[in-house]
């Protein structure tokens, strides 16, 4: 007898959010387009990109990627913008210290305005972008981000680079991973 796999398929809204200019437009297109720009172009509100994955032999995930402009947080857009995100990728940008100083407000925003069907926060990857240029950066003033991000709630923290295309695809896997087992 034949059984014929059912394909399901997983509508997942993720935020792509953090401070202005730290390189979340960029992220998503190196992951979704695979290109880079050195031009910086401030986004305006919200821009939004989707990504289909294979995810197993049962499941097709359409991944739609929220790019929140940076400058919303000081804007009252956000709950509007949040609204049924099932995880987030809170970035930063190595070589601004400030860019790391505003990391828990943005999560502290986020888990303020949305959570799970069951009440839990939603998931949560922590990125440092823009490794490559790390020698001119502030590593030494950065706390060990091991700790921090796990006392912080972060599900996992990756050092990233758009530019030279270092672990985008191992940070949002691993966010991908953590929402598929938490709902
Ligand atoms: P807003 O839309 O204003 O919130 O900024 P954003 O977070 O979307 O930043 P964006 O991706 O526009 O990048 C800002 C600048 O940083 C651009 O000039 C990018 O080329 C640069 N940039 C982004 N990622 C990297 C990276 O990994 N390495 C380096 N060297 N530059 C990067
Ligand atoms: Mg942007």
Redo the contacts with the bound molecule.
């Keep these: 007898m034949h059984y014929i796999a059912m394909q399901q398929e997983r509508l997942l809204k993720v935020l792509v959010i ?10 998503i297109k190196r992951y979704v387009h695979q290109i ?8 305006i509100g919200v821009d939004f990109a989707l990504k289909v994955l294979n995810w197993d032999q049962q499941t097709v995930v359409r991944l739609q990627l929220w ?1 929140i ?3 919303e947080r000081y804007g009252n857009m956000t709950r509007v913008y949040y609204r049924e995100a099932v995880g987030a990728l809170v ?1 930063f940008d190595m070589t601004r210290f400030s860019t790391f100083q505003a990391v828990l407000k943005w999560k502290g925003d986020l888990d303020a305005k949305v959570a799970l069907c069951n009440g839990r926060p939603v998931p949560v990857v922590l990125l440092g ?5 790390q020698r001119y950066g502030l590593c030494s003033k950065l706390p060990k981000l091991d700790t921090f991000s796990r006392e912080q709630g972060f599900v996992g923290w990756y050092e ?5 295309d270092t672990n985008i695809e191992a940070a949002i896997t691993c966010l991908v991973e953590n929402i598929m087992s938490s709902s």
């Design positions: 953090g401070d202005l200019g730290v390189g979340k437009t960029s992220i880079f720009s050195q031009h910086y172009r401030a986004t790019d402009a940076g400058q970035v972008n823009k490794c490559d240029q990233t680079s758009a530019k030279d």
